[in-house]
């Protein structure tokens, strides 16, 4: 049986998904209001079945968002999701709560060198297996 559909729960869940995967820590009350109206403006043309399955998918799943936006970002880098991270990275780096995580952070040398090591190695591995993942989502809403 399917709960009934709520459209402004399901903005404010993706504003607190899409928010922790940006930032590491749940959005406050007003970043998650700011979302929402932005995502009923921005977003409120009905997009392709496969594009909101994804994004369905992510807000159900918050574990496979980093490896969705990685597939997303290499094969469809104008997808819902990417726009509605996109959104969200945008009202996040501009509220003084979290600006500071967007700002660069000193690094020195050999730790700067591993951090980009481990970061490039960690986003490949997330397009490997978000690319099968995007697509068999997508899919399912074919």
């Known amino acids: 049986m399917n709960a009934a559909v709520d459209p402004e ?3 404010e869940d993706e504003a607190r998904v899409f928010g922790r995967y940006l930032v590491g820590r749940p ?3 007003a970043i ?4 929402v ?3 009923r403006t921005l977003f ?4 392709p079945p496969g594009e909101r399955a994804v994004v369905t ?3 159900r799943r918050p574990w496979s968002v980093g490896m969705l936006d990685a597939a997303a970002g290499l094969v469809r880098p104008g997808s819902l999701l990417r ?3 996109l959104v969200m990275g945008a009202i996040l780096e501009a509220s003084p709560e979290c600006a500071e995580d967007f700002l660069p952070r000193n690094a ?3 730790a700067f060198l591993v951090s980009v090591a481990l970061l490039g190695t960690l986003a490949v591995l997330r397009a490997v297996i978000g690319i099968p993942l995007h697509a068999a989502v997508a899919r399912s809403a074919a």
Request: charged fraction near 25%; charge should be positive.
């Open 83 to 85: 726009g509605k991270l």
């Open 9 to 11: 729960r399901d903005l």
């Open 44 to 47: 409120a043309e009905v997009s």
């Open 27 to 29: 959005p406050s009350a």
């Open 108 to 110: 020195a040398g050999v």
């Open 57 to 59: 998918f992510a807000r």
């Open 37 to 39: 109206a932005a995502s």
């Open 32 to 35: 998650v209001a700011r979302y």
